[in-house]
């Protein structure tokens, strides 16, 4: 089983930025892909970035292309947003989710709360 667990939210002004961590414990070896997606209560999530264990990143949300870039730590066991010129609209919860090599997800985090301000 894996673990994921972020932090580094908070609160930024806009156009600031912040970064988010989400390190992965447990069968680290199931794990093929890192991403992250966010969630405002009561919309649909969206999918924001992924990385393989090999580096390979695909970003998904137009809106952020640009503005947040995603890597990794595998000595850690750790993936990293880092998220620039930050918008009110970014304002949401902000999960990493672990994929398997048949891209099923696995594990997804708790989340960490990330609030923009105008």
């Known amino acids: 089983q894996v673990h994921l667990v972020e932090s580094g939210g908070g609160l930024e002004q806009a156009g600031g930025s912040l970064r988010l961590s989400c390190a992965a414990s447990?069968?680290?070896?199931?794990?093929?892909?890192l991403g992250w997606y966010r969630q405002v209560p009561g919309k649909r999530r969206e999918l924001l970035a992924s990385i393989t264990n090999g580096g390979n990143t695909e970003y998904y949300l137009d809106s952020v292309k640009g503005r947040f870039t995603i890597s990794r730590d595998n000595a850690k066991n750790t993936v990293y947003l880092q998220m620039s010129s930050l918008k009110p609209e970014d304002t949401a919860v902000y999960h990493c989710?672990?994929?398997?090599?048949?891209?099923?997800?696995?594990?997804w985090g708790q989340g960490t709360q990330v609030t923009v301000s105008s």
């Open positions: 989710y672990a994929l398997d090599d048949t891209l099923y997800e696995i594990a």
């Open positions: 447990g069968s680290i070896f199931e794990i093929n892909a």
